[in-house]
């Protein structure tokens, strides 16, 4: 027994000896591909995923997101509470002192001037920032000492940890953006491609759509961190490549991303290099259902509250919509372990996350066609049901994409089940979610009976993500066809929850708040979700310290990102 | 033949912007956002302060006219200024990519040179070697290499090079043992300098596979228009004449008949040529060369409009003027054509 003890006390003591002797830079060089090639290293210029995670190695926020959602400080000792006084009692203002001692890369301090600018450069007239609701609200950032900050809101704002918080709102160095504000902010290209900053590593060399090579920080904080002294950081090709390259030839150590088909990667795996680590966030794929009619005959007021649609209005119809979905099977399709049936719009973080709706977890034909029946919807001749002259037969869009193909054509066989007649339309990618106000193919615009895509939040507050349905957001003429409820669901019940959350800041409270406000979405029907997509990534069996956080960037702990000896 | 040059020279001018306009209005006119990739949970009144901020709130007749300055004026003197010294640029506007905020001519001469030694090396073995294929196949019409060359050739023309980038990186880069002699990176390094024997030998190794890949497809394509081109002339008079003098089958091979089929070749490969800059979009992003094709084809997709149409109107100068010198080429082949 004693024996026994010692030997796995020295065993131990070997396995922590790389991690004790560990140095910065002592484990050499480490490969990350992005089949998505970064383009720019500023987030506030560019709001792609690919762009903000490359930027997460370079430069950082005040406080970030941890693989369970929970906020950590970064570059501060404490996240600011009321609790602890950070955060004023009325909700107005919140307080954070940085960390003693913090350097840029280039040896200045970071300083409270810096926080500001990061705020003025966002908010500058002309500039574009694609992070700007990120300082919604905020009238003022007031520097009270070189470490201390207090940012002031226009209104009590329960959830105040919208700026400098997560990968979206980095601080970046005021000398080096100071020209750069407004207008300026492209013409400085030097800046937005090598910003000068707090994280780990800092960019020796960027060509921009292709690699970045970057060095360890010698003024990181940590004086024996990072371990890896270089990265590089390789864009293009693509998902396939990008996990063959670390799973199978063995030629780089992380790959991003993998959207691929599950037995693909399982393929992939049993070459034996590396493995695959995958985790949930918020995204989920859904079905929003149209409540105005979109008939052309319309003319302008086409898909707006003056027309309500002639079936869809319905709540049985959409009930019926929902049971008759395989949702499991929809998941082992496209995603695999990737995925998972969701009956929620908001599926997490887990106190957000409601269990009243898991009924529809289990495919339910003949369950629909007995509501149908029941609502006098009686079959025509073609099988399509039909009630006072009104058929059931809709128009059923979404992006072009091979996985939510298989979606539409799946779900059109089952809708057809319950005598319900779909049309599937695609769009490409780039004209869907493109925001131009003259195309009608936009999925604001929403010209169609039903649409289907995914989406979620940044952070892990759900806010203004609930609030993306209250009666005051459908996209109509008057707002440009902007907006973000799709479905144009008007409740007044709603809209009075999501005033209720905005002055509410007992977070058990607002769990409650926003439960009920998804549990009302999905007993109406208005949005059908059909699975939780979660976030796959792989690395190489010789890279230790990987932890995937789906709430912020993946590459958020790099610094501890290290080489294990096989 | 000077004024002929002039001449035709001259002429680009007008095509050259007729042609700008035409794309340009083509992907005006062609549905597409550039902040339709950016994730949904960035609120549209923001998006639509992002394309202002790229200048997409003006008329597309002032967006034309602000491009056709700044590629046909700014970046010349900017280029100028750069080669020489010279004050000639100032600070002018030149034209910045919507995707990376930065002058496209910048990113263009940094990806010319992977594509030039990949896609154009490419280019230059598959030439050598389809040239001899094609002489020896016309000369022994329906021998055995003839098939072997022309079954060879179908395969390099029809199997399209994502199949065999793939193909080869399975063989190559997964199957083979790492520490084999015979392993090869399935992705390019465009990072690497190469400064010594060691760094040699690593860059000539990432460029095998993709090299292999090309060169097959081009060799195909121009080992036929040899092989043709070759029999046509081989049943000629002419050739009869040269045999009846008693000529060796050299002379007659390679002086007479080699000569004369090489013109209609010449214009195939002149014409090839502009090909080589616009990179090989399929090839480049199966192997990650990261060169002109795969700038091209990011920015179409992202609808960055600005790079698009400085690359594409790039390509359409390289083809007129490639055109020109095949045009003159036939004149050193062939002392009888004469433009003047």
Sequence with gaps: MNLKATLLGAAAAFAMAPMAMAERGSDGHVNIIYWQAPSLM??????????????????????????????????????????????????????????????????????????????????????????????????????VDDRTVIVHFGISKPFPYGPFVGAQSPIIQASQFADCLGAAAPSCTDANFSPIGTGPFTVTDFRPNDVISLEA???????????????????????????????????????WNLQLAPDVLANMQSAGQGQIVSGFGTLVERIMVNMTDVNPDLGEERGTAAHPHPFLTDRDVRQALSMAIDRALLTEIGYGDAGRPSCNVLPAPAIYASTANDGCLVQDIAGANALLDAAGWERGSDGVRERDGVRLSMLYQTSTNAVRQDFQALIKQWWSEIGVETELRNLDASVFFGGDPASPDTFQKFFADVEMYANNFDGTDPESYMANWACEQAPRPETQWQGNNMPRFCSEEYDALVAEMSTTGDINERARLAKAMNDMLMQEYVIIPLVDRGRVSAHSNTLGGVILNTWDSELWNAADWHRLSN | MLNFTIRRLLLAIPTLLFISLIIFLLLTLAPGDPTANLPLSIPPEVKQQIRESLGLGQAW???????????????????????????????????????????????????????????????????????????????????????????????????????????????????????????????????????NWETFVKQVRQMILPVTVLALFNAAQISRFMRASMLDNLNQDYVRTARAKGLSEKTVVFVHVLRNSMIPVVTVIALGVPQVFGGAIITEQVFKVNGLGQLLITAIQASDIPTVQTLTVIFAALIIFFNLIADILYGVLDPRIRYD
């Design chain 1, 42 to 143: 500023n987030p506030y210029l560019s709001g792609g995923t690919k762009d903000l995670e490359a930027a997460s190695l370079v430069i950082e926020p005040l406080a970030r997101y941890d693989e369970t959602g929970a906020i950590v400080p970064w570059l501060v000792d404490t996240v600011p509470t009321v609790e602890n006084g950070g955060v004023a009692e009325d909700l107005t203002s919140i307080t954070w002192t940085l960390s003693e001692g913090l350097l840029w890369s280039d040896g200045t301090p970071v300083t409270s001037a810096d926080v500001r600018f990061s705020w003025e450069y966002c908010t500058a007239e002309g500039g574009g920032c694609a992070q700007s609701e990120k300082y919604n609200d905020v009238t003022d950032v007031e520097i």
């Design chain 1, 217 to 255: 920080n010698q003024n990181y904080r940590d004086a024996n961190l990072p371990a890896f002294s270089s990265v590089t950081f390789k864009g293009g090709g693509d998902a396939t490549a990008a996990g063959r390259a670390v799973l199978e030839t063995g030629e780089f150590d992380y790959a």
């Design chain 2, 61 to 195: 007749y002032i967006r034309f006219v602000l491009w056709v300055k700044a590629f046909y004026i700014t970046e010349p003197l900017y280029l100028i200024e750069s080669l020489t010294g010279w004050d000639v640029y100032g600070d002018q506007q030149r034209v910045l990519s919507w995707q990376f905020r930065s002058p496209v001519m910048d990113i263009v001469t940094q990806r010319l040179p992977q594509t030039l030694w990949v896609v154009g090396l490419a280019y230059l073995v598959g030439a050598l070697i389809a040239v001899p294929i094609g002489i020896i196949s016309a000369y022994r019409q329906y021998s055995m290499f003839d098939q072997i060359g022309t079954f060879v050739s179908m395969i390099g023309f029809s199997v399209p090079t994502f199949f065999t980038g793939v193909l080869l990186i399975v063989i190559f880069s997964v199957w083979m043992p790492l520490d084999s002699f015979f392993w090869l990176p399935s992705i390019y390094d465009t990072t690497l300098e190469v400064t």
